[in-house]
């Protein structure tokens, strides 16, 4: 019966080897690491800043004191504007969040004393054109868009809207029930929880800029807290 040969491995050899392999791939990645460590502020270099051009635009002040910009732009018959008012959900008492941005949806859906909500959807929709309000927490606005052709039309309805508008009962219970479907959904988007918390941490829990609407909130919100929202900080 014969033997098989015995190997000769020398594992010292093999162990000094793989050190040094070892040892190459990390230098070769230093500099990669390097590179990738973040430097602080301070030593960031930015490009300088492009230079802010504005377009030509003319100001008016009209005698009931409101301020007016236009810009002309003949490019597309198209007419389009954007009356800033200023109030905000920061003004709504604490108990009653969400009459801002209640007020700012039934001012338009709600309609006029001239026209239902559903009849000025009618007619902005024969024209292709819109007039959408809103109050966010800084500031509301009231805006138009229309062809040139419709301009007269369409302006008067959006002074219609700010300045007569009726808040109609059915239109705020839809509204409620819209943004109620939004509570129960707004769990489901990590970002929006971050997003509420964070303003938690930053304003403070009670701080008119981190608030949340709740359940309770619209069921406390009645039309006439609109009507008076809107005579306080919007009626022009």
Request: charged share 25%; net charge neutral.
């Amino acid at each position: 019966m014969t033997k098989s040969p015995k190997r000769n491995l020398k594992a010292p050899g093999w162990i000094g080897l793989l050190i040094v392999t070892i040892a190459i791939i990390i230098l070769s990645h230093l500099p990669a690491v390097a590179a990738t460590t973040p430097r602080h502020y301070n030593e960031i270099k930015f490009p300088p800043l492009p230079e802010i051009k504005l377009p030509d635009y003319q100001r008016y002040k009209l005698n009931n004191g409101m301020v007016v910009y236009l810009m002309e732009d003949h490019d597309l018959p198209l007419v389009s504007g954007t009356a800033l008012i200023r109030t905000g959900s920061r003004w709504e008492p604490p108990e009653k969040v969400g009459l801002a941005t209640l007020t700012g949806i039934v001012m338009r859906s709600g309609g006029t004393t001239k026209h239902t909500g559903d009849e000025l959807n009618e007619i902005l929709e024969q024209r292709a054109a819109s007039v959408e309000t809103g109050i966010d927490i800084a500031a509301g606005s009231a805006s138009f868009s229309a062809l040139a052709e419709d301009l007269e039309r369409v302006f008067n309805i959006l002074a219609e809207v700010i300045q007569k508008p009726i808040f109609a009962q059915e239109k705020l219970d839809l509204a409620k029930r819209q943004i109620a479907g939004q509570i129960a959904r707004r769990n489901d988007s990590p970002d929006g929880i971050a997003g509420r918390e964070f303003a938690k941490l930053i304003y403070g829990e009670r701080s008119n800029y981190a608030r949340t609407i709740e359940y309770a909130n619209l069921d406390n919100i009645s039309r006439e807290d609109l009507v008076k929202f809107y005579q306080k900080y919007v009626q022009p």
